[in-house]
């Protein structure tokens, strides 16, 4: 697990000649619930990246016998989220909190990558994770096999469809359609439906 040292290391080295105040791209959970203090919002689209729910769980919102599912970030296409700039003063327990929840561990540090975003300004750069995951436990599955394991898994953190009708909704609140999103929330609806 990263204590508190490696993660100060790990932020240190992500943020050295990066612009401040840091930039964050949200795609998924850290859209409606960041878990660090935001100076300011702003949509923004990522370039070359569209969301895939292929990161398998067996905790949080899953579990060996029921594997839930994370959004990650795979290549092609485009990916309209929000950057959320890190308020300046708070870095040093921002990005602890931030890299804490979305690496949890050594061997996932990896997934913490800068890449392109289009907002209002023009062509930024933003810190992102899991965009093209790397050590970490990755399935390739249909839209009905993600629907499937989002509408059966849940863990001490929630369920699969509660974390994909949160993001519907934070996506829907910034005015964002993503048809893959819709489309599997409509799936995992209807399997909840037929399963009661």
Excluded at 82 to 101: F, K, Y
Excluded at 106 to 121: D, G, K, Q
Excluded at 147 to 175: C, F, I, K, P, W
Aim: net charge negative; charged share 25%; with cysteine.
């Amino acid at each position: 697990m990263l204590e508190d040292a490696d993660l100060d290391a790990l932020a240190a080295r992500l943020t050295e000649g990066k612009p401040r105040p840091i930039p964050i791209f949200a795609y998924g959970s850290l859209i409606w619930n960041p878990g660090f203090e935001v100076q300011a919002r702003r949509r923004a689209t990522a370039i070359g990246w569209h969301r895939d729910f292929s990161l398998s769980l067996e905790h949080f919102r899953g579990t060996p016998e029921r594997p839930g599912l994370m959004l990650a970030l795979a290549p092609g296409g485009t990916c309209e989220g929000l950057v959320l700039d890190i308020a300046e003063g708070t870095e040093t327990e921002s990005l602890r909190a931030v890299l804490r929840r979305e690496l949890v561990a050594h061997e996932l540090s990896a997934n913490a990558s800068w890449i392109e975003v289009e907002t209002e300004r023009g062509r930024e750069i933003a810190l992102t994770f899991y965009a093209g995951p790397v050590g970490a436990p990755l399935v390739q599955l249909t839209l009905a096999q993600q629907a499937m394991r989002l509408a059966t898994a849940a863990g001490q953190a929630g369920s699969g469809a509660e974390y994909l009708l949160r993001t519907a909704r934070g996506l829907a609140d910034l005015g964002i359609h993503d048809d893959y999103i819709w489309t599997l929330q409509k799936m995992v609806a209807e399997a909840i439906d037929e399963a009661s």
